[in-house]
C-alpha cells in the first residue's frame, strides 16, 4: 500500500482479508472446549484386530458415566507404527491439532520429551495411590533425564521362540525344543527345511518396513545376546560403534535370509509381515519357529483376528539363547507402551481423569488380558484372572529376569531407524554384513554427534 | 491500464486498493510458508529429539552431497523421470494420438475412455491397482504363467522399472490429449502435398509433422518431467522406496529423511534442490522451445 492511499478503504479491506485468514486457518481440534478429552491412539492396520478399540470404547462409557456432562473423543490412527508416531508428533507440534492424550511407545517418548512434547506428569502422581503399585522397571520407562515421569505404562511385552510342535514332529525335531546357542536355533531351521519342504523354516523380522518391530524382535534380541550393553554404554555414556556382536547378529539375520530359511524377502520386509505371521504362517502351518513376541496369542483367542482354538496344543515357547550359550544364558527384550499428556492438550486435568479410569486396576487387568501384555502392576500380576488368562503368559512372565530394555535416549528412534537399514542391506544381499555395520557406524556417528566408542 | 496523462499519482495508489485482499492472501499462505521452507533449510529442525533448531548454514547441503543415499535418489530420480516421462509418456501419447487419427470412430472413443481412465483414478488407488498387478501372486506373473513364461517378482527385482512403468500407465493420457490437438492443427493439404511428392510415413512424420507440434511436444514434455519429478505417493504405496533404496526417488528420500528420521531441516534441503533439478529440465525445455521452425 502507498502511504497516501486513502485511508478510508484500507480498514474494511484489511478487516476481510484478516478475517478470511482466520477462517481458512480454523478446523482445528474443539481448542476451548473443556469438556471434551480427545485421545489418540494407533488402530492395527488389520481390519479384524479391534480389542484396543473395544476395550476403550468400554473406558469411554464408563468415564462418560461417571463424570456427566464430559465426554470422550477417541481418535484412532490406523497406519504402520512408524507412520503413527509421525503422525502424533505432528498433532502434538500445535495447540490446535494437539490431543489431550495419547499413547506413545516407550522406545519414542524420551524422544518426544527432548521435543517438547509432552507434559511432566509428577504433580498427578504424586496424588495417585495406585503409582505404588507399579513395578521400579515400569515406572523408569517413561522417565527422562530430568528426572521426572511423562507417562504411565499400562502393561509390557517379552520375546522368545514360537515353533510349531506339528511340524516339529514332521522334521523329527523336539517337543519340549531349547535351543542352547545361535547355532542350534539356525540347525532346528535347517532340519525343517530339509525334512519339511514347503514350510518356512524360521522368521525373524527385518528390514526397514516392519520398522521397530524388525530392530526390536529380530536384532535386538540377537544382539543383546552377544554381550553386555552391545548397543550403548552407560557408564561411558556413548554408543557403541564398530562392535563385533553387531556384526555377528547381522551375520545371523544374513545367514537366514542367504540360505532361504526365512520367509520369500519380498514377504519380510514388507510393512504388514507381522500381521501375515499372526493371521496366515502360524495358523496355516506355514511356518515353524519365529522370534516373536510375548502377546503373539492374542491373535487367536476370543475375538481375535484369526480364530484359531488348536494354537494352544499346536505352538510352544522355548527361551531365545544367548550367541554360545554364555551366561545367563536366556535373552529377552522388553518394551511396553505408555500413555501421556501432551505439552499443548487443551484440558489436561480431564486427560488425567480419564487415565485414572483407564488404569483403574479392574481396567488394568481387563487391558493386560485382551492385549496379552506382561503386567507392570504388582496387583495386576497377582490377580488369577491375569494369570490364567493365557496359555504361555506364565513362561513369558518368567522371562522378565532375562530381558533387556532398549536405551531409553532421546536418538534411539534415529538408531533404530539406522539399525533397520542395515538389516535390509544384508537381508536383500546388497551388503555384506561388516559392509553394512560399517555405514551403521558412520550414521551413527552422525546421530549421536561423534559421541561413540568403539568395541 | 493508464487512459490518460492526468491520472494522479494518488488515483493510481487507488488501485492497489482491490488487489489488497488478494496480495495479502497470496503472502500469508504462499511466499510464507515458502520463504519459511527455504529458512528451514539451513537449520538443524527436527520433528522429535531435539527441542530448539539452530542456523547452520550450507550444513544440510554439504550433508546431501557426501551422502551415498542422496546420490543414489538422483540418479533413480533421473532414471525415472527419463525413462516414465520423456520416453514413456511422451513417445506413447503421440504414438495413440497419431493411430486415433486414423481410426474409426468407435476405436478411438474406446482407447481414449481407456488411457483417459486411468488418468483420472486418484493416484492412490492407481498405485494399489498397479502394486496388485506387478506383485509376486499378482495378474502379470499369473498371465506370464498362463503363456508358459518365467514369471518374477518385479517389485523386489526391477522396482524402477515397475514404478517406471506405473507412472506411464497412469500418465500417457495427458500426452495424448495434447498431441491430439496438435495433430489435429497440422493441416491435411500439407501432409497430402507431401504424401504425392512420394514421401513415406516416417519422412512425413519427421519432415512434416514433427516441427509443425514441436511447441506441444516442448510443453508436454515440460509438464510431464515436472509432474513426475515429484510422483511420491505412487512410488510409496507400490515399493516404499525399496527394496533396500533401490526404487527411492528423491521426494521418497525427502519424506524418510524428514519424516521417518526425523530430520525436517535436511530434508527441506533435499526439496529445495529437488526443485533445482527441476529447474534445470525447465530450462532445458525452454531452450529447445525458442528454436524457430
Given at each position: 500500500?502507498?502511504?497516501?492511499?486513502?485511508?478510508?478503504?484500507?480498514?474494511?479491506?484489511?478487516?476481510?482479508?484478516?478475517?478470511?485468514?482466520?477462517?481458512?486457518?480454523?478446523?482445528?481440534?474443539?481448542?476451548?472446549?473443556?469438556?471434551?478429552?480427545?485421545?489418540?491412539?494407533?488402530?492395527?492396520?488389520?481390519?479384524?484386530?479391534?480389542?484396543?478399540?473395544?476395550?476403550?470404547?468400554?473406558?469411554?462409557?464408563?468415564?462418560?458415566?461417571?463424570?456427566?456432562?464430559?465426554?470422550?473423543?477417541?481418535?484412532?490412527?490406523?497406519?504402520?507404527?512408524?507412520?503413527?508416531?509421525?503422525?502424533?508428533?505432528?498433532?502434538?507440534?500445535?495447540?490446535?491439532?494437539?490431543?489431550?492424550?495419547?499413547?506413545?511407545?516407550?522406545?519414542?517418548?524420551?524422544?518426544?520429551?527432548?521435543?517438547?512434547?509432552?507434559?511432566?506428569?509428577?504433580?498427578?502422581?504424586?496424588?495417585?495411590?495406585?503409582?505404588?503399585?507399579?513395578?521400579?522397571?515400569?515406572?523408569?520407562?517413561?522417565?527422562?533425564?530430568?528426572?521426572?515421569?511423562?507417562?504411565?505404562?499400562?502393561?509390557?511385552?517379552?520375546?522368545?521362540?514360537?515353533?510349531?510342535?506339528?511340524?516339529?514332529?514332521?522334521?523329527?525335531?523336539?517337543?519340549?525344543?531349547?535351543?542352547?546357542?545361535?547355532?542350534?536355533?539356525?540347525?532346528?531351521?535347517?532340519?525343517?527345511?530339509?525334512?519339511?519342504?514347503?514350510?518356512?523354516?524360521?522368521?525373524?523380522?527385518?528390514?526397514?518396513?516392519?520398522?521397530?518391530?524388525?530392530?526390536?524382535?529380530?536384532?535386538?534380541?540377537?544382539?543383546?545376546?552377544?554381550?553386555?550393553?552391545?548397543?550403548?554404554?552407560?557408564?561411558?555414556?556413548?554408543?557403541?560403534?564398530?562392535?563385533?556382536?553387531?556384526?555377528?547378529?547381522?551375520?545371523?539375520?544374513?545367514?537366514?535370509?542367504?540360505?532361504?530359511?526365512?520367509?520369500?524377502?519380498?514377504?519380510?520386509?514388507?510393512?504388514?509381515?507381522?500381521?501375515?505371521?499372526?493371521?496366515?504362517?502360524?495358523?496355516?502351518?506355514?511356518?515353524?519357529?519365529?522370534?516373536?513376541?510375548?502377546?503373539?496369542?492374542?491373535?487367536?483367542?476370543?475375538?481375535?483376528?484369526?480364530?484359531?482354538?488348536?494354537?494352544?496344543?499346536?505352538?510352544?515357547?522355548?527361551?531365545?539363547?544367548?550367541?554360545?550359550?554364555?551366561?545367563?544364558?536366556?535373552?529377552?527384550?522388553?518394551?511396553?507402551?505408555?500413555?501421556?499428556?501432551?505439552?499443548?492438550?487443551?484440558?489436561?486435568?480431564?486427560?488425567?481423569?480419564?487415565?485414572?479410569?483407564?488404569?483403574?486396576?479392574?481396567?488394568?487387568?481387563?487391558?493386560?488380558?485382551?492385549?496379552?501384555?506382561?503386567?507392570?502392576?504388582?496387583?495386576?500380576?497377582?490377580?488369577?484372572?491375569?494369570?490364567?488368562?493365557?496359555?504361555?503368559?506364565?513362561?513369558?512372565?518368567?522371562?522378565?529376569?532375562?530381558?533387556?530394555?532398549?536405551?531409553?535416549?532421546?536418538?534411539?528412534?534415529?538408531?533404530?531407524?539406522?539399525?533397520?537399514?542395515?538389516?535390509?542391506?544384508?537381508?536383500?544381499?546388497?551388503?555384506?554384513?561388516?559392509?553394512?555395520?560399517?555405514?551403521?557406524?558412520?550414521?551413527?556417528?552422525?546421530?549421536?554427534?561423534?559421541?561413540?566408542?568403539?568395541? | 491500464?493508464?487512459?490518460?496523462?492526468?491520472?494522479?499519482?494518488?488515483?493510481?495508489?487507488?488501485?492497489?486498493?482491490?488487489?489488497?485482499?488478494?496480495t495479502l492472501l497470496l503472502l500469508l499462505f504462499l511466499a510464507g510458508p515458502i520463504g519459511y521452507c527455504v529458512w528451514i533449510a539451513f537449520t538443524d529442525t527436527q520433528l522429535t529429539g531435539a527441542s530448539g533448531s539452530h542456523f547452520v548454514g550450507l550444513?544440510?547441503?554439504?550433508?546431501?552431497?557426501?551422502?551415498?543415499?542422496?546420490?543414489?535418489?538422483?540418479?533413480?530420480?533421473?532414471?525415472?523421470?527419463?525413462?516414465?516421462?520423456?520416453?514413456?509418456?511422451?513417445?506413447?501419447?503421440?504414438?495413440?494420438?497419431?493411430?486415433?487419427?486414423?481410426?474409426?470412430?468407435?476405436?478411438?472413443?474406446?482407447?481414449?475412455?481407456?488411457?483417459?481412465?486411468?488418468?483420472?483414478?486418484?493416484?492412490?488407488?492407481?498405485?494399489?491397482?498397479?502394486?496388485?498387478?506387478?506383485?509376486?501372486?499378482?495378474?502379470?506373473?499369473?498371465?506370464?504363467?498362463?503363456?508358459?513364461?518365467?514369471?518374477?517378482?518385479?517389485?523386489?527385482?526391477?522396482?524402477?522399472?515397475?514404478?517406471?512403468?506405473?507412472?506411464?500407465?497412469?500418465?500417457?493420457?495427458?500426452?495424448?490429449?495434447?498431441?491430439?490437438?496438435?495433430?489435429?492443427?497440422?493441416?491435411?493439404?500439407?501432409?497430402?502435398?507431401?504424401?504425392?511428392?512420394?514421401?513415406?510415413?516416417?519422412?512425413?512424420?519427421?519432415?512434416?509433422?514433427?516441427?509443425?507440434?514441436?511447441?506441444?511436444?516442448?510443453?508436454?514434455?515440460?509438464?510431464?518431467?515436472?509432474?513426475?519429478?515429484?510422483?511420491?505417493?505412487?512410488?510409496?504405496?507400490?515399493?516404499?522406496?525399496?527394496?533396500?533404496?533401490?526404487?527411492?526417488?528423491?521426494?521418497?528420500?525427502?519424506?524418510?529423511?524428514?519424516?521417518?528420521?526425523?530430520?525436517?531441516?535436511?530434508?527441506?534441503?533435499?526439496?529445495?534442490?529437488?526443485?533445482?533439478?527441476?529447474?534445470?529440465?525447465?530450462?532445458?525445455?525452454?531452450r529447445l522451445l525458442k528454436v524457430e521452425v
Amino acid at each position: 500500500m502507498r502511504p497516501n492511499a486513502p485511508p478510508t478503504l484500507a480498514p474494511p479491506v484489511l478487516a476481510l482479508a484478516l478475517g478470511l485468514v482466520l477462517t481458512a486457518c480454523g478446523g482445528g481440534s474443539g481448542a476451548g472446549d473443556t469438556n471434551t478429552v480427545e485421545v489418540v491412539y494407533n488402530r492395527s492396520t488389520d481390519n479384524n484386530i479391534r480389542f484396543k478399540d473395544a476395550f476403550l470404547e468400554s473406558v469411554k462409557k464408563e468415564f462418560e458415566k461417571a463424570h456427566p456432562g464430559k465426554t470422550v473423543k477417541l481418535i484412532p490412527v490406523q497406519a504402520p507404527d512408524n507412520d503413527y508416531a509421525t503422525k502424533a508428533q505432528q498433532m502434538m507440534r500445535s495447540p490446535k491439532t494437539a490431543p489431550d492424550l495419547v499413547y506413545e511407545d516407550t522406545f519414542r517418548i524420551n524422544s518426544d520429551i527432548k521435543a517438547g512434547y509432552l507434559k511432566p506428569l509428577d504433580d498427578y502422581l504424586a496424588k495417585w495411590d495406585a503409582w505404588d503399585q507399579f513395578v521400579d522397571t515400569a515406572r523408569a520407562a517413561a522417565k527422562a533425564e530430568d528426572g521426572k515421569t511423562y507417562g504411565v505404562p499400562d502393561g509390557t511385552d517379552t520375546r522368545g521362540l514360537w515353533y510349531n510342535k506339528e511340524i516339529f514332529a514332521k522334521a523329527g525335531l523336539p517337543a519340549d525344543w531349547r535351543p542352547r546357542n545361535w547355532n542350534e536355533v539356525l540347525d532346528a531351521a535347517r532340519t525343517v527345511k530339509r525334512e519339511v519342504p514347503g514350510v518356512i523354516p524360521l522368521n525373524v523380522y527385518t528390514g526397514k518396513g516392519p520398522g521397530e518391530a524388525a530392530v526390536m524382535q529380530g536384532f535386538e534380541m540377537l544382539l543383546y545376546g552377544t554381550g553386555a550393553d552391545p548397543l550403548y554404554d552407560p557408564a561411558a555414556k556413548k554408543w557403541v560403534a564398530g562392535g563385533k556382536g553387531f556384526q555377528d547378529a547381522l551375520g545371523f539375520v544374513r545367514t537366514v535370509y542367504g540360505e532361504k530359511l526365512g520367509p520369500d524377502v519380498s514377504d519380510a520386509l514388507d510393512p504388514n509381515v507381522g500381521t501375515r505371521v499372526a493371521t496366515e504362517f502360524f495358523p496355516e502351518g506355514k511356518l515353524a519357529i519365529s522370534l516373536d513376541g510375548s502377546w503373539m496369542g492374542q491373535n487367536w483367542i476370543n475375538k481375535g483376528p484369526k480364530e484359531w482354538p488348536a494354537w494352544e496344543k499346536d505352538l510352544a515357547q522355548a527361551p531365545m539363547p544367548t550367541q554360545h550359550g554364555q551366561a545367563p544364558g536366556k535373552v529377552s527384550m522388553s518394551g511396553g507402551w505408555t500413555w501421556a499428556i501432551p505439552q499443548k492438550a487443551n484440558n489436561p486435568d480431564l486427560a488425567w481423569e480419564f487415565l485414572k479410569t483407564l488404569q483403574s486396576r479392574e481396567n488394568a487387568v481387563r487391558w493386560d488380558v485382551v492385549g496379552a501384555q506382561i503386567a507392570v502392576r504388582k496387583d495386576v500380576a497377582a490377580d488369577p484372572r491375569y494369570l490364567s488368562s493365557m496359555p504361555g503368559i506364565r513362561f513369558f512372565t518368567q522371562l522378565v529376569p532375562y530381558t533387556h530394555y532398549r536405551p531409553a535416549l532421546p536418538v534411539y528412534p534415529q538408531v533404530s531407524t539406522a539399525i533397520g537399514e542395515a538389516m535390509e542391506k544384508v537381508t536383500t544381499g546388497d551388503a555384506s554384513p561388516a559392509a553394512a555395520a560399517k555405514a551403521y557406524d558412520e550414521q551413527l556417528r552422525t546421530i549421536a554427534d561423534g559421541a561413540v566408542v568403539e568395541k | 491500464m493508464s487512459r490518460d496523462s492526468r491520472d494522479s499519482r494518488g488515483a493510481r495508489a487507488w488501485r492497489w486498493v482491490p488487489l489488497t485482499p488478494a496480495t495479502l492472501l497470496l503472502l500469508l499462505f504462499l511466499a510464507g510458508p515458502i520463504g519459511y521452507c527455504v529458512w528451514i533449510a539451513f537449520t538443524d529442525t527436527q520433528l522429535t529429539g531435539a527441542s530448539g533448531s539452530h542456523f547452520v548454514g550450507l550444513d544440510n547441503f554439504r550433508r546431501a552431497f557426501a551422502d551415498e543415499d542422496f546420490r543414489n535418489a538422483v540418479w533413480l530420480t533421473l532414471v525415472f523421470t527419463v525413462v516414465s516421462a520423456v520416453l514413456g509418456q511422451n513417445t506413447l501419447g503421440l504414438a495413440l494420438a497419431g493411430l486415433m487419427r486414423a481410426a474409426s470412430r468407435p476405436v478411438r472413443t474406446l482407447t481414449g475412455a481407456l488411457v483417459i481412465t486411468a488418468w483420472v483414478l486418484p493416484e492412490i488407488v492407481a498405485a494399489f491397482l498397479l502394486y496388485a498387478f506387478f506383485r509376486r501372486e499378482g495378474t502379470l506373473n499369473a498371465v506370464l504363467d498362463w503363456l508358459h513364461l518365467p514369471s518374477q517378482n518385479w517389485l523386489f527385482t526391477l522396482p524402477i522399472l515397475a514404478v517406471s512403468f506405473a507412472n506411464v500407465w497412469r500418465g500417457t493420457a495427458f500426452s495424448m490429449l495434447i498431441y491430439s490437438a496438435a495433430l489435429a492443427e497440422v493441416p491435411r493439404d500439407v501432409t497430402e502435398a507431401a504424401e504425392v511428392d512420394g514421401a513415406g510415413g516416417v519422412r512425413r512424420l519427421r519432415y512434416i509433422t514433427l516441427p509443425m507440434i514441436r511447441r506441444s511436444i516442448g510443453t508436454t514434455l515440460m509438464l510431464n518431467t515436472l509432474s513426475t519429478l515429484s510422483v511420491f505417493g505412487l512410488i510409496w504405496a507400490m515399493t516404499r522406496g525399496g527394496p533396500g533404496n533401490r526404487s527411492q526417488t528423491l521426494p521418497v528420500f525427502m519424506y524418510d529423511q524428514a519424516f521417518l528420521k526425523s530430520l525436517i531441516g535436511y530434508g527441506t534441503a533435499v526439496a529445495l534442490l529437488l526443485l533445482l533439478v527441476g529447474s534445470l529440465f525447465s530450462v532445458v525445455y525452454l531452450r529447445l522451445l525458442k528454436v524457430e521452425v
